[in-house]
């Protein structure tokens, strides 16, 4: 369902000037923004990128008026966060329900925990300690309790960071290996 906007010749005017006093540079932009955006949402997977560029572009088109006062700084960027809104805005409508989990999956699911915790075993105290910690929570406090994790074990944040992601590759390859020795 395409909504159909008014744009008065005013409005229009107002947001070329807030582009660029030039009416051909301010021509020149609003093209290259419009490239942009429809790049932009194609690159995030929307089929409709023309459309939802054109939306966006309204939604600035209408307030111009204000932004010629108020905002500075490029006014590409100003385009952007409201595309992102209108990105979010069409994601949560066309978002597609969850499929329902197959008894197949449950059981993968359940091997996959299984062959994990073997290969948490074979770790030694101190890398499953790490590890352990450096995925106990995702939250806004991850960051403070990883480079707590850090001065614990002695070690920079991004030295933790390059470690757990080897010992991540590690369990990795072990638990794939435990998964194929499960199915032979």
């Not at 000037?17 to 419009?34: M, N, Q, S, V």
Request: with cysteine; glycine share 4%.
């Amino acid at each position: 369902m395409r909504r159909q906007l008014d744009i008065s010749q005013a409005s229009f005017d107002a947001f070329l000037t807030w582009l660029d006093p030039d009416r051909e540079r301010a021509g020149d932009k609003y093209e290259a923004i419009r490239r942009k955006l429809i790049k932009v949402f194609e690159c995030r997977g929307c089929s409709s990128g023309e459309e939802l560029a054109d939306e966006t572009i309204n939604r600035v088109i209408r307030k111009a008026s204000d932004l010629r006062s108020s905002y500075t700084g490029d006014p590409a960027l100003y385009f952007y966060g409201v595309a992102r809104n209108v990105y979010l805005e069409r994601f949560r409508k066309t978002n597609p329900p969850p499929l329902p989990v197959l008894p197949h999956q449950d059981d993968l699911k359940e091997r996959q925990f299984s062959c994990l915790d073997h290969c948490m075993g074979g770790l030694s105290p101190d890398n499953r300690d790490l590890v352990l910690g450096y995925y106990a929570e995702e939250s806004e406090n991850q960051i403070v309790r990883r480079k707590q994790l850090a001065l614990r074990f002695g070690m920079a944040p991004t030295t933790l960071r390059v470690r757990v992601h080897r010992i991540r590759a590690t369990l990795q390859v072990c638990v794939e290996d435990c998964l194929q020795r499960q199915e032979a």
